[in-house]
C-alpha cells in the first residue's frame, strides 16, 4: 500500500486488539449485576438507546428541545434493535441461555 494512503501511527481508527472487540459478555455487564439477560431484555435495552442516540440527534442537528420529543422507544427502535441482535446471534458473538 503506498505511504499516502496508510493512516498515521497513533490513528484513531486503527482496529482494536481482538480482546477488546464485543463479546456477548461485555453486554451482560450493562444489565442488572449477576442476572443473565434474555433476550427481549436487550432488545429492549437496545432500542431505549436507539431512541436516546435519536433524540439527541434531533436536538443536536435540528435544535429540536428534548422536552418537544417522545421520550419512549419507537417500533423502529425496537425493529432496529431486534435487527442488531439476530445478526450478533448469527454471527455467534451472542447466545442466550433456554429458560
Known amino acids: 500500500m503506498p505511504r499516502s494512503l496508510r493512516r498515521p501511527v497513533g490513528s484513531w481508527r486503527r482496529r482494536r486488539p481482538k480482546r477488546e472487540r464485543f463479546q456477548g459478555a461485555r453486554l451482560r455487564k450493562l444489565m442488572e449485576p449477576g442476572a443473565e439477560p434474555t433476550r427481549g431484555e436487550v432488545v429492549a435495552k437496545l432500542a431505549e ?7 439527541r440527534q434531533k436536538e443536536r442537528d435540528q435544535g ?21 441482535v439476530a445478526e450478533l446471534e448469527a454471527l455467534q458473538l451472542l447466545r442466550f441461555s433456554q429458560r
Open 49 to 55: 438507546v436507539s431512541h436516546e442516540t435519536w433524540m
Open 64 to 84: 429540536v428541545p428534548r422536552s418537544e420529543l417522545d421520550p419512549h422507544p419507537t417500533d423502529h427502535d425496537r425493529e432496529r434493535a431486534e435487527d442488531i
